[in-house]
């Protein structure tokens, strides 16, 4: 863990490094939500703000995407130049600014919210990932169990209740990571929560998650490779202009014949 200051704001962040490193590129931070001034918050999105109807989601919200662009900033990136969409499951993912015509590979991305923390992980393209965080100390209740287990996964954690804080972050970030959400249903994500280290298996993919005890806190970390590579309608308008010039051999400038006298 490092703390690193953002210049001349008073807010600072923190990395989290996980205990096992990735096989890929990846970096985690936390800071502190607080109230931040939307208009000095780059990566913000203004209608999704304007729907939050309690201060609490607005500074989650504000916090998690300050932290966002300083990630991006470490990570290489200009955050000025970006902009976060939502998939149809409302994962977020990066994309460029409409009109600049740059469709340079970008990192995925995770964002998370926990007792007065944001969380935000990037790894490098071609992989999602999913960040997820709760204090260690917290208790689920008993009668909720059947809904984030069932069967022998069930029957385990019924037996043992100390470990279902960790068995439910490790259960959001693996959703987070295959960028489904609550659309996958937790009931379906069986985890082998004795271990820190674990590999899965949902339909085609391959889940890596890690889980480690940061400043009190459970983390959860989990990363898969993607198999498909999000596209944006600036891809897909590029692609075709690039299709477009070489059938009709455009060029730049133009050629022009003089006749002669």
């Not at 502190?32 to 939050?52: K, N």
């Not at 990630?71 to 970006?82: K, V």
């Not at 069986?190 to 005890?213: A, F, G, H, R, T």
């Not at 692609?239 to 002669?260: P, S």
Request: contains cysteine; glycine residues 6%; proline residues 5%.
């Amino acid at each position: 863990m490092r703390s690193l200051s953002s210049g001349e704001e008073m807010s600072s962040f923190e990395e989290i490094v996980p205990p096992h490193p990735l096989p890929v590129r990846a970096m985690c931070f936390r800071c502190a939500v607080e109230p931040r001034d939307i208009g000095q918050v780059t990566l913000a999105s203004v209608d999704e703000v304007a729907t939050f109807a309690i201060d609490k989601r607005r500074n989650e919200h504000l916090s998690g995407r300050w932290l966002l662009a300083k990630a991006l900033t470490l990570w290489g990136l200009e955050p000025s130049m970006l902009e976060v969409r939502r998939t149809e499951h409302r994962a977020p993912t990066l994309a460029y600014l409409p009109g600049l015509w740059v469709n340079t590979p970008l990192p995925s991305i995770s964002i998370g919210h926990s007792e007065g923390w944001a969380y935000v992980a990037v790894i490098e393209h071609g992989w999602s990932v999913g960040i997820d965080a709760e204090s260690a100390g917290r208790g689920i209740a008993a009668n909720a169990f059947d809904m984030m287990a069932k069967g022998d996964e069930l029957e385990w954690l019924n037996n043992h209740p100390e470990h279902a804080i960790r068995l439910w972050t490790s259960k959001e970030s693996v959703q987070k990571a295959m960028q489904l959400g609550m659309h996958l249903n937790p009931r379906e994500i069986v985890i082998p929560i004795e271990d820190s280290v674990v590999n899965i298996s949902i339909d085609n993919s391959k889940i890596q998650l890690q889980n480690w005890i940061f400043s009190l806190t459970n983390m959860s970390l989990a990363w898969r490779h993607e198999s498909v590579s999000l596209r944006t309608a600036e891809d897909d308008l590029l692609d075709a202009t690039r299709e477009a010039m070489k059938e009709q051999e455009w060029g730049v400038g133009c050629k022009t014949t003089l006749g002669r006298a």
